[in-house]
Nanobody, 114 residues
Framework: QVQLVESGGGMVQAGGSLRLSCAAS???????MGWYRRAPGKQRELVAD???????NYADSVKGRFTISRDNAKNTVYLQMNSLKPEDTGVYYC?????????WGQGTQVTVSS
């Protein structure tokens, strides 16, 4: 089992930026990685994901504003969030899919004020 630790969340005004990091306890070289969020009163949803080859996929609501990237040498995945909106508020989770299993981090809170 891989341990995932998110960081970088916080409170920001609308239009601002945050960069989230997800540090894994071991190699993520072959892992499919993703960022998900749970907004207040809603189910967890995909924000962005990235394959081991570096191909990316984004939710329509964040396209053009968010960028997912990975640094396999550091066992870390990032989510650069620009032009943040109040509706981006929620708990952001890192997820790793590998070898038939899926692991989650504990989440980091992002709050965007209007």
């Amino acid at each position: 089992q891989v341990q995932l630790v998110e960081s970088g969340g916080g409170m920001v005004q609308a239009g601002g930026s945050l960069r989230l990091s997800c540090a894994a306890s071991g190699s993520i070289l072959t892992f499919f990685m993703g960022w998900y969020r749970r907004a207040p009163g809603k189910q967890r949803e995909l924000v962005a994901d990235i394959t081991s080859a570096g191909s990316t996929n984004y939710a329509d609501s964040v396209k053009g504003r968010f960028t997912i990237s990975r640094d396999n040498a550091k066992n870390t995945v990032y989510l650069q969030m620009n032009s943040l909106k109040p509706e981006d508020t929620g708990v952001y989770y890192c997820g790793a899919r590998y070898g038939g299993r899926f692991d989650w981090g504990q989440g980091t809170q992002v709050t965007v004020s209007s």
